[in-house]
Nanobody
């Protein structure tokens, strides 16, 4: 089992930046594709970004491409999401997750944290 704990959320104004962190425990994240999902009120949970285990290839949803950057430091069992040029439509609970690319892109995961709230005001 992998336990995931997110941190770094908060309330910011449009145009600001935030960096989310995800710390894992229980086992190493190194074999896992890691990702970030988000869920806004009244909406389905959606894919944000993922990073592969073996070669660090990254994938992003069209809505965040060019603004968000996902990274991982396996030695620290940590995954990051750097979010720049935040928009009000980025407001959501952000979840750290582990799973296949297919599952993550469907908003699903094998493991998922409790989430951290990001609120962007205009």
């Amino acid at each position: 089992q992998v336990q995931l704990v997110e941190s770094g959320g908060g309330k910011v104004q449009a145009g600001a930046s935030l960096r989310l962190s995800c710390t894992a425990s229980g086992r190493s994240i190194s074999p896992y594709r890691m990702g970030w999902l988000r869920q806004a009120p009244g909406r389905e949970r959606e894919f944000v970004a993922s990073i592969s285990a073996s070669n660090g290839f990254t994938y992003y949803s069209d809505s965040v491409k060019g603004r968000f950057t996902i990274s991982r430091v396996d030695a620290q069992n940590t995954v990051y999401l750097l979010m720049k040029s935040l928009k009000p439509e980025d407001t959501a609970v952000y979840y750290c997750a582990a799973g296949s690319l297919t599952d993550l892109r469907a908003g699903q995961s094998d493991y998922r944290g409790q989430g951290t709230q990001v609120t962007v005001s205009s």
